[in-house]
């Protein structure tokens, strides 16, 4: 329960004790301060998941094949991976309210700067460094929910939060097919407009959001503890003890791989499944429907409510021990992907099977970062939360050139399914591992 610590509060309401009244008060700010991250996150991926839509114009004007343009978004997901590892612990140390305002405006300006790129070295260089500024986002901004909610409600608000994520893809995808596809501009501009959304929102949440309940005037809520909980520390702790105690934690390890091969799978979609839809229109004209690139709209929208739902049966199903409903989505994960394998674009079953497979591969993201804080404690939870994501996106960068390779082979766009299939089988075995 929340205490109040030396602020003055309002009189309580009559026949409502001051004590409730605090309580309902403190209750109030956390949902403020979950809706505020979840705000921003709503549009942190305009600054990165709009590749996809600019790859037909860029091969068009460059003539780069599609295993270099593996490369390019290889560089930006293996830029936020050094980020995760250094800007979570940024996070702890400084606070997530600066740390996810900076990424947000600096990303808004880089992705300015790709899109002003003459070639192959820019495009890589320019794109690698905005996956840095995008880094400051995530774990910092989980430290902030961490702060705010304990152990038996996290699955729920992670769940939400990457729901919010989720959703910041689906107004990707829109904004960019609406650059592309409704406005028919060239490709530079999937960079320019979409960021606008991220620059402001970045602003506005610099100015609402606080890091902490001691900031309000709150004591902390105490965390539920068991026999498996971490011993949290003072928060006086250097990053180099901070780092170590991480660095020693095998279960972070052990996670970290089962997210990276599922982060593979993800990012497998999320770059090459417009680039499936809008090459069938190219290829089969008619065939494939006018539309056939707005079905991919269906796979963000898959991915937001998979983590709504994974987040919410990892604490109301299985009691927050968060392997169980992880394993089970990825094997969900693998069946959805072999369909999706077999089925023509044409197929009015296509946005279904690409709802439920982005459902089922994105998912369990919510409850591997519930999982940090269950697992270090919320003082360590952004420097945890970084670790696990520079695995989670090496993994990552190392399949986006896989991918454009085996397509410039095969001449088969399908073939990404596959390979999402057997990143998501694996990403299964590994969370089997993790059980506490």
């Known amino acids: 329960m929340a205490t109040i610590e030396t602020k003055s509060q309002p009189a309580p309401k009559i026949g409502i004790s001051f004590e409730e009244s605090a309580q309902a008060g403190y209750r109030r700010l956390q949902w403020r301060m979950l809706l505020c991250v979840m705000f921003i996150y709503l549009f942190y991926y305009t600054g990165r998941q709009t590749l996809g839509f600019a790859i037909p114009g860029i091969q068009q004007e460059f003539g780069l094949s599609k295993q270099l343009i593996g490369w390019i978004s290889a560089g930006m997901l293996w ?3 050094i980020g995760q590892g250094i800007n979570g612990n940024l996070g702890d140390k400084y606070g997530g309210r600066k740390i996810v305002t900076a990424g947000a405006i600096l990303s808004s300006l880089m992705n300015w700067v790709v899109s002003f790129s003459v070639g192959f070295k820019t495009l890589l260089f320019t794109w690698w460094f905005n996956g840095y500024l995008q880094a400051l986002g995530f774990a910092p901004g989980s430290r902030i929910i961490s702060n705010w909610w304990t152990k038996t409600e996290r699955g729920k608000v992670y769940g939400l939060y990457l729901f919010a994520a989720g959703m910041s893809s689906v107004v990707t995808y829109v904004l960019g097919l609406v650059v592309v596809d409704t406005l028919h501009l060239d490709w530079r501009w999937v960079f ?4 606008i959304l991220l620059f402001f929102a970045g602003i506005i949440f610099y100015f609402i959001v606080r890091d902490a309940p001691e900031d309000m005037g709150f004591r902390r809520e105490i965390e539920p503890t068991d026999e498996s909980s971490p011993v949290d520390h003072d928060g006086t702790e250097s990053s180099f003890v901070r780092y170590k105690a991480i660095l020693k934690t095998v279960k972070i390890h052990i996670g970290g791989l089962a997210l990276g091969f599922n982060n593979a799978a993800r990012y497998g979609l999320v770059v090459w499944v417009p680039v499936h839809f809008t ?27 998979g983590t709504l739902s994974n987040g919410w049966i990892s604490d109301r199903l299985f009691g927050s021990v968060r392997w169980k409903p992880i394993a089970l989505y990825m094997f969900f994960a693998v069946i959805t992907a072999a369909i999706m394998y077999d089925l023509p674009v044409a197929s009015p079953w296509a946005i279904v099977a690409l709802f439920f497979c982005g459902f089922c591969v994105y998912g369990p993201h919510a409850t591997f970062w519930a999982f940090v804080p269950d697992l270090v404690g919320h003082r360590r939870a952004g420097t945890a939360t970084g670790v696990m994501n520079t695995y989670s996106y090496i993994f990552a960068g190392l399949g986006e050139p896989l991918v454009g390779g085996v397509i410039d082979h095969t001449h088969n766009t399908s073939v990404v399914f596959a390979v999402v299939g057997g990143a998501c089988a694996l990403s299964g075995l590994c969370a089997a591992l993790i059980r506490r």
């Not at 320019?192 to 960021?195: A, I, Q, S």
């Not at 089969?284 to 409510?305: D, T």
């Open 79 to 81: 830029g936020y991976a």
């Open 192 to 195: 320019r407009l979409p960021v």
């Open 279 to 305: 090459e069938a229109v190219s290829h089969l004209g008619g065939a494939a429907g006018r539309h056939s690139p707005w079905i991919s709209v269906a796979l963000p929208v898959g991915m937001a409510f």
